[in-house]
């Protein structure tokens, strides 16, 4: 299976800051990673497919980058209401694999 | 509008079985894969289960195989999660979503979730 690590867990950060979420695989998965989203008590929403393509509605202050077995998500400048926890998820092979989370909190 | 709504969950014993339901609309139902993810507790997010549309194929995490069973009917436009021999640590939020569908008919991630249904297990 593919093992998916991001760093870091958890991210404290001040509005307007830049933030970088890094997520690596235990193999090579090509461009095949999403990024999530997700609320205290809500379901998840994806930001980010085949790792560089914004999903429909999100805003553009975040982008994904990558290919292989490292990729990033950023956040060019921290809005109030992007305080979440962020998943990395591999669709390459299953069993399809998330990353732990990498919760963004308020400094 | 395109509308998932997962139902079914509930409080249950160790060893029971329950059957979750997800109720799709305002896509074509039939023609994408549909997914169960679950969440324990404080915990992160798990994949669990995926169907394809048509054919039906079926996948799962090891730590379901043989308990769980996923399959869809595309007249009902309905997905379902057949759970056996329930465990504790099957205890968690489990939310259907579909895997989007690029121009090439490669996966664009998950990109409609329902709202999640609660299973806990315990005695």
């Not at chain 1, 998500?73 to 694999?97: G, K, M, R």
């Not at chain 2, 409080?11 to 993810?37: H, I, K, N």
Request: one cysteine or more; glycine letters at 10%.
């Amino acid at each position: 299976d593919i093992q998916m690590t991001q760093s870091p867990s958890t991210l404290s950060a001040s509005v307007g800051e830049r933030v970088t979420i890094t997520c690596r695989a235990s193999q090579s998965i090509s461009h095949w990673l999403a990024w999530y989203q997700q609320k205290p008590g809500k379901a998840p929403k994806i930001l980010i497919y085949r790792a560089s393509n914004l999903a429909s509605g999100v805003p553009s202050r975040f982008s994904g980058s990558g290919s292989g077995t490292e990729f990033t998500l950023t956040i060019s400048s921290l809005q109030p209401d992007d305080f979440a926890t962020y998943y990395c998820q591999q669709f390459d092979n299953f069993p399809w694999t998330f990353g732990q989370g990498s919760k963004v909190e308020i400094k | 509008e395109v509308h998932l709504e997962e139902s079914g969950g509930g409080l249950v014993q160790p060893g029971e079985s329950l059957r979750l339901s997800c109720a799709a609309s305002g896509f074509s139902f039939r023609s994408y894969v549909m997914t169960w993810v679950r969440q324990a507790p404080g915990k992160g997010l798990e994949w669990v289960s995926a169907i394809t549309g048509g054919s039906g194929f079926t996948y799962y995490a090891d730590s379901v195989k043989g308990r769980f069973t996923i399959s869809r009917d595309n007249s009902k436009t309905t997905l379902f999660l057949q759970i056996n021999s329930l465990r504790a640590e099957d205890t968690a939020v489990y939310y259907c979503a579909k895997v989007g569908l690029g121009d090439d008919f490669s996966y664009n991630g998950m990109d409609v979730w329902g709202q999640g249904t609660t299973v806990t297990v315990s005695s």
